[in-house]
T-cell receptor
Framework: ELKVEQNPLFLSMQEGKNYTIYCNYSTTSDRLYWYRQDPGKSLESLFVLLSNGAVKQEGRLMASLDTKARLSTLHITAAVHDLSATYFCAVAPDSGGYQKVTFGTGTKLQVIP | KAGVTQTPRYLIKTRGQQVTLSCSPISGHRSVSWYQQTPGQGLQFLFEYFSETQRNKGNFPGRFSGRQFSNSRSEMNVSTLELGDSALYLC????????????FGPGTRLTVL
């Protein structure tokens, strides 16, 4: 059974600081997703990482994937208040069932002005 | 292009009742997946439909069922509601089964009293 662990669960940081969210998964996978969720809202897709060494950046967020270590990171650079949200990673098994993703527990990020 | 729509957005039911939720995917998308989000269990995959057939199923009891129509619209049904079924139910659509991108709807907030 695929397990996905995210840490930290909660993250309070000041504006302007950098931080990294980690996502570990237990079995091989051919794709990893990062999503953002604002309170009471749906999921917004941030990144899809498909191969070992993949790195994608959008604004102050950068995601990377190391399939050998079964680890993905979401790095936040010079955080701003608007980035406050819960961030989820999700992993799809490489045995098929592409939409049968397993989600991490989420990291609730609070950026303090 | 209109996004994924879900109806109703909010629903209150009592234990023992049944409920039907609806999801209309993005025009042209043929794969629909359903997810349950609760504070305790997080985000969990329910099932995926493609071409009116269930392709994948998560670990939920038989009280949870779904179907997909020829126009790709999908419904999920929960019978004999329990308090623990209170959750945000999210629907996601993809172009094809196995497509990389999933687009999530706004969700249906179900409260069971």
């Amino acid at each position: 059974e695929l397990k996905v662990e995210q840490n930290p669960l909660f993250l309070s940081m000041q504006e302007g600081k950098n931080y990294t969210i980690y996502c570990n998964y237990s079995t091989t996978s051919d794709r990893l997703y990062w999503y953002r969720q604002d309170p009471g809202k749906s999921l917004e897709s941030l990144f899809v990482l498909l191969s070992n060494g993949a790195v994608k950046q959008e604004g102050r967020l950068m995601a990377s994937l190391d399939t050998k270590a079964r680890l993905s990171t979401l790095h936040i650079t010079a955080a701003v208040h608007d980035l406050s949200a819960t961030y989820f990673c999700a992993v799809a098994p490489d045995s098929g069932g592409y939409q049968k993703v397993t989600f991490g527990t989420g990291t609730k990020l609070q950026v303090i002005p | 292009k209109a996004g994924v729509t879900q109806t109703p957005r909010y629903l209150i039911k009592t234990r023992g009742q049944q409920v039907t939720l609806s999801c209309s995917p993005i025009s042209g998308h043929r794969s629909v997946s359903w997810y349950q989000q609760t504070p305790g269990q997080g985000l969990q995959f329910l099932f995926e439909y493609f071409s009116e057939t269930q392709r994948n199923k998560g670990n939920f009891p038989g009280r949870f069922s779904g179907r997909q129509f020829s126009n790709s619209r999908s419904e999920m049904n929960v019978s004999t509601l329990e308090l623990g079924d209170s959750a945000l139910y999210l629907c996601a659509s993809s172009l094809e089964q196995g497509a990389i991108a999933q687009y999530f709807g706004p969700g249906t907030r179900l409260t069971v009293l």
